[in-house]
């Protein structure tokens, strides 16, 4: 059977002994109190929700998946997803984070980041039930009517009604310029909402009394293409002005999709026909809001895969000290037994290794990001969030495709440790490949993500946030340039960190000639920018890991990080030479190709 432990140790030493986030938490006044004492023991509790209450459903809700009566258009969840659901709500989990004004907890984003990291190991498919939740949640907190906050927010950050986000048609993608969706304005101030929308996750289900839609509209006179979107809230139940629920809203699941992954969570195709509906924000100004749970989204997409990238990690690492299979290559290890454990092969070490590197390096990214994204919204000092914001505008595509690609590397990797038996689903490797891989298409694929790091982040700022994280790399390279026990982590950095300054200004050059030379390059691009972040991190995270072994410290964690570090150095770090090369090789080669693809 599949075994999850919570990664507590690694998790406490990137945000107290990496990050110190506690000193950073400090400076806002309402986290001023909170201590790692407090931060670790939340953990340890969300830990065993995850463990106990969501893991053990994973298998068995992706067999059953969820079921739609087409009759009332209401989706059945699998066994036990109801009941955790309400577990999670009455334990306070869904208000961890969320603005006392309206009941939360008002913990910091940390926290949050490290309880749904576990939960997506345990469960991405129910973990998306309230996942979805928050970027709603944070939408209308952020660009709702004070009526509208008094209706929805506290019943959302109880967790008694979920949140979804309703973008794209069958037509669209992630063109949203171009869907047909209709908000007629009613005399009363309200919108009457006509349209159908896809791939809504949670879209539907019965796990929560109500369920309340954020819809992107146009309005009748609305501009063409991007401009003319407007955002509304659509309640699945109307809310009477006593807070009471309603009459049935308009919307409902007209179907679920055949998925190949995530097969517990209800993705629905939304049919809505004349449902009311009010406006968050201005008129034709909806990505304004829709942006706020985009991009909360795509930093909880790259969380999900490294939930599944861990969880994977695990069990691979299991797996392959319990299989005997073949004699090591360097003679019998196990001379009790008429095979070698299958962890002695250097192969199946690599497959292990890249997991745990990407999982370890993943968490350092998400941690730093989501401390980022508590001093944008908290920090006194507007400097400190100005800057915040620019760094993790920087770094949120990043944090969605590089994590969500690795995420489906490792998980292939480590299904392919398990052999045959990695094929066949009661093991859950299978799985957690078939749940990786929408990571890397939903909340604007990998792609579009690499586009918006290269054409926007990037190149349209002409580097400065780059070059702000370049600053915090040549700052570590100027710390530790001179100690020898540093140098197989620091030299790699400070190259990448000069090599990429010219990368980037000859892309830029070539993408003022033809644009399309920035689209061939942006994938590779994303990912050499990628490995730049995480051997930053990984450098820092040697560095600590030296500090604790020359003061005397011989617990066997830093050990085990300082030879982590050595593998992501000397064998995922290196992709990056043959990335630039293949991004200089420039779009030629692929848009010169009329022949070879008639």
């Known amino acids: ?110 926290v949050n980041q490290c309880v749904y990291e576990m939960m997506n190991s345990a469960n991405q498919a129910w973990t998306m039930y309230p996942g979805l939740t928050h970027g709603a949640y944070a939408s209308l907190h952020s660009h709702g009517t004070d009526e509208q906050k008094a209706t929805y927010l506290a019943k ?25 969706t209709k908000a007629e304005p009613q005399p009363d101030g309200t919108y009457k909402i006509t349209g159908n929308k896809i791939f809504i996750s949670a879209g539907e289900h019965d796990m929560a009394e109500n369920i309340v839609h954020l819809v992107l509209a146009r309005l009748p006179d609305a501009p063409a293409g991007i401009k003319g979107v407007s955002l509304f809230v659509v309640p699945k139940y109307l809310v009477n002005k006593d807070g009471s629920l309603g009459e049935r809203n308009s919307i409902h699941c007209g179907g679920l999709e055949h998925k190949m992954g995530i ?35 795509r930093l909880g997409v790259g969380n999900q895969s490294l939930g599944l990238t861990e969880v994977a990690y695990q069990n691979a690492l299991a797996y392959a000290k319990d299989r005997i299979q073949m004699r090591s290559l360097s003679g019998v290890k196990a001379k009790d037994k008429a095979a070698d454990p299958i ?83 009661e093991w859950g490797m299978e799985q957690h490949v078939r749940d990786a891989r929408i990571n890397m298409i939903y909340e604007g694929t990998n ?92 450098a820092r995270m040697a560095q600590v890991a030296l500090r604790e072994i020359a003061a005397g410290n011989t617990d066997p964690f830093y050990v085990a990080k300082l030879q982590t570090a050595r593998f992501y150095f000397a064998k995922l770090f290196p992709e990056t030479a043959t990335l630039m090369r293949t991004a200089r090789a420039g779009s030629a080669v692929l848009m010169d190709t009329d022949a070879a693809l008639a």
């Open 447 to 538: 792609t579009i993500q690499s586009l918006d790091l290269l054409g926007r982040k990037v190149l349209g700022d002409n580097g400065a946030a780059l070059k702000k994280f370049g600053k915090l790399v040549g700052a570590l390279v100027m710390e530790e340039g001179v100690n020898e026990k540093m140098a197989e982590f620091i030299n790699p950095i400070a190259v990448l960190g000069e090599q990429i300054t010219k990368f980037t200004m000859e892309i830029g050059f070539k993408g003022l000639q033809n644009p399309d030379e920035v689209g061939a390059a942006a994938v590779d691009y994303l990912r050499v920018a990628g490995h730049l972040v995480f051997g930053y991190f990984w």
């Open 263 to 297: 097969k517990a969570n209800a993705t629905a195709q939304i049919v809505i026909d004349g449902a009311i509906g009010t406006m968050v924000g201005k008129p034709n100004k909806g990505m304004q809001g829709m942006f706020v749970m985009m991009n909360a989204a």
């Open 1 to 110: 059977m599949p075994i999850y432990n919570p990664p507590l140790r690694d998790m406490q030493f990137v945000m107290h002994e990496l990050f110190n986030v506690t000193e950073d938490l400090k400076a806002m006044p309402q986290h001023a109190d909170i201590d790692a004492d407090t931060v670790n023991a939340v953990l340890e509790e969300a830990g065993k929700f995850a463990t106990q209450v969501i893991f053990p459903l994973n298998i068995s809700g992706d067999a059953e998946g969820c079921t739609l009566d087409i009759k009332t258009h209401e989706v059945t969840t699998p066994k036990g997803f109801k009941e955790a659901y309400k577990t999670y709500v009455e334990g306070g989990w869904a208000a961890l984070s969320c603005d006392p004004a309206f009941g939360g907890q008002g913990l910091p984003l940390v």
């Open 156 to 180: 959302m950050t109880s967790g008694e009604w979920t949140g979804t986000m309703c973008l794209t048609e069958p037509h669209c993608g992630t063109d949203l310029g171009l869907m047909r």
């Open 343 to 425: 962890i002695v092969h250097p192969d199946v070490r690599k497959m292990l290794l890249t997991a745990k590197a990407y999982a370890e390096g993943g968490r350092a990214l998400a941690i730093y990001s989501s401390v980022l994204l508590e001093k944008v919204h908290n920090h006194p000092d507007e400097k400190v969030r100005k800057d915040s914001d620019e760094m993790l505008s920087l770094l949120t595509p990043i944090v969605k495709a590089f994590l969500t690609d690795n995420g489906y590397q490792a998980t292939t990797m480590c299904q392919q440790v398990f052999g045959g038996h990695g094929y066949i689903k």
